[in-house]
């Protein structure tokens, strides 16, 4: 099982014409090039590789899929009514949100009404 989903990322690896670039560990030398940490915020690696300690992201600000990490009790979320909430997410203009006051302009795909989910499937956002 595991050769077979290896042989299924390498083969998608080569059609997307990407290539893989394995992080540094985070040794003694990675650290000792890092900034001095902030302070008065809550540290979190920097995006990606990121050996290095940053402040996480504040309520309000912006976020996305390659962006820093959202601070304890936030999550990264698309703006309500966004039409296109993942491609959003993917080029960084989702918002630090509280989850619990965040109210989805749809309902879960899987909460859809028989007329709802006729719609979503007519516009394509099923997929």
Do not use: W
Not at 39 to 45: A, M, P, T
């Amino acid at each position: 099982m595991a050769l077979l989903v290896l042989g299924t990322f390498l083969t998608a690896l080569s059609i997307s014409g990407g290539s893989y670039v394995p992080c540094e560990p985070c040794d003694q030398k990675a650290l000792s090039m890092c900034p001095q940490a902030p302070v008065g915020c809550q540290l979190v690696k920097e995006p990606g590789c990121g050996c290095c300690l940053t402040c996480a992201l504040a309520e309000g600000q912006a976020c996305g899929v390659y962006t820093g990490t959202c601070t304890h009790g936030l999550r990264c979320l698309p703006r309500n009514g966004e039409e296109k909430p993942l491609h959003a997410l993917l080029h960084g203009r989702g918002v630090c949100t509280n989850e619990k006051g965040y109210k989805p302009s749809h309902p879960p795909i899987g909460k859809l009404t028989g007329k709802q989910c006729a719609f979503v499937a007519r516009k394509h956002c099923c997929v």
